[in-house]
């Protein structure tokens, strides 16, 4: 099955991605606590079958395989393949192959896009003869797709699964690439109660938090909300940048005064320092927002009240979002990081939103009581 997104390999997209923000240090308290899921787990082992090896699927499947579950892995890109192979994991040759016959208890997709998900799950429609995943799953076995997908797809699968007698969770996560690499992502879980219940131990691996949304098709709608919301937060972040450099305000000044403000967010905490440092590169590609930003447009017009013609004017603000990221991602590639939206500002105004000091700027996150997320700025250690 040949998946692409743009003219650009998806697979080979997300595997990039994971090696694209330098400087993110791994959490060791998630580290530790991922050990101990190993215990959880130990009599309870999994045999994993995971499609896709990018950021997610790598993430996934190390906490798996520390958890002490048998993973089987699959990506037509081998960007990450030796580092999975050294953690444990086996490496197939097909997404067919994760499934080792009737040797698998649960499959995992992270994969980028609704029509990838298709391909794998229900084979091409090129005519070369490829089935999909699901005819060939053994019944009362389960689907977990992180995928940030299109809800009433979601939908769609999860009753084509239903016949198949295959239990679904659609669950993508959500919290940005520094949680990803700590291990304290948030998983947002659509399907049934009880069995999000009884899968929660094996997301426990690779996540700190696990949200029940409602049915399917729930927690996708929510995963592009936040997204919408994360878009709208660069844009107002990197015009206030800009606003603060033109008023001749100093931008370290300023940074820190916006930190201890109602204003703050956590995407101006942890983007900021990215237009200070000039890459604009959070280590996702802006083709992929884009991409969430698209399905979420098509999702609030599907069957609402507010059509197609009318989402301009009804939401004003997320239009706008997507109408820039567009533009961005039209100046500057489909690869460029998702920040870069801001940097169309610094070429429309010839000025550089450039602060020195911010080089070897990373952060930690830190879980705050009642369930929010705290951002713990630092630097990287050059010595290693």
């Not at 309870?44 to 906490?63: D, E, N, P, W, Y």
């Not at 192979?85 to 080792?100: F, I, R, Y």
Request: aromatic share 6%.
């Amino acid at each position: 099955m040949a998946l692409s997104f743009r003219g650009v390999s998806a697979f080979r997209l997300l595997g990039q991605a994971r090696a694209a923000a330098p400087g993110l240090r791994v959490d060791t308290a998630a580290a530790r606590r991922h050990l101990s899921c190993a215990a959880a787990n130990k009599r309870q082992q999994s045999r994993v079958a995971v499609v896709g090896a990018g950021q997610i699927g790598t993430a996934v499947s190390l906490g798996l395989l520390r958890a002490g579950h048998k993973v089987r892995v699959y990506d037509p890109a081998s960007t990450n393949k030796d580092e999975l192979v050294e953690a444990g994991a086996k490496w197939v040759d097909s997404a067919m192959d994760t499934l080792n016959g009737d040797a698998h208890d649960v499959l995992i997709t992270a994969l980028p896009a609704p029509p990838h998900v298709k391909s794998v799950m229900e084979g091409d429609d090129d005519g070369d003869g490829d089935v999909g995943l699901l005819t060939a799953m053994a019944p009362q076995t389960a689907w977990i797709d992180h995928t940030t997908t299109d809800p009433e797809e979601a939908k769609r699968l999860a009753t084509l699964a239903d016949a198949h007698q295959i239990n679904v969770l659609e669950a993508p996560l959500t919290g940005g690439y520094a949680l990803l690499c700590a291990g304290m992502m948030t998983v947002l879980v659509g399907g049934d109660g009880g069995l999000a219940d009884r899968y929660k131990p094996l997301l426990d691996c690779y996540a700190a938090t696990v949200l029940h949304m409602g049915p399917i098709g729930s927690a996708s709608t929510v995963k592009l909300i936040t997204n919408q919301l994360a878009a709208a937060h660069l844009i107002a972040a990197g015009e206030a940048v800009m606003m603060a450099k033109q008023a001749n305000v100093d931008l370290g000044a300023f940074f820190d005064g916006v930190r201890a403000s109602a204003g703050n967010s956590y995407v101006f905490e942890t983007e900021v320092p990215l237009m200070f440092n000039g890459t604009f590169d959070p280590g996702f590609f802006i083709a992929l927002h884009c991409k969430d930003l698209g399905i979420a447009r098509r999702v609030h017009t599907d069957g609402t009240a507010v059509t197609p013609e009318a989402y301009d004017t009804v939401y004003r603000l997320n239009a706008a979002s997507e109408d820039i990221y567009r533009e961005a991602m039209e100046v500057y590639g489909p690869t460029a990081g998702s920040s870069h939206p801001a940097k169309l500002l610094e070429d429309k105004l010839s000025a550089s939103m450039g602060h020195a000091g911010y080089d070897d700027w990373t952060y930690t996150i830190e879980k705050v009581r009642g369930g929010s997320i705290g951002v713990v700025h630092g630097k990287k250690d050059t010595t290693k």
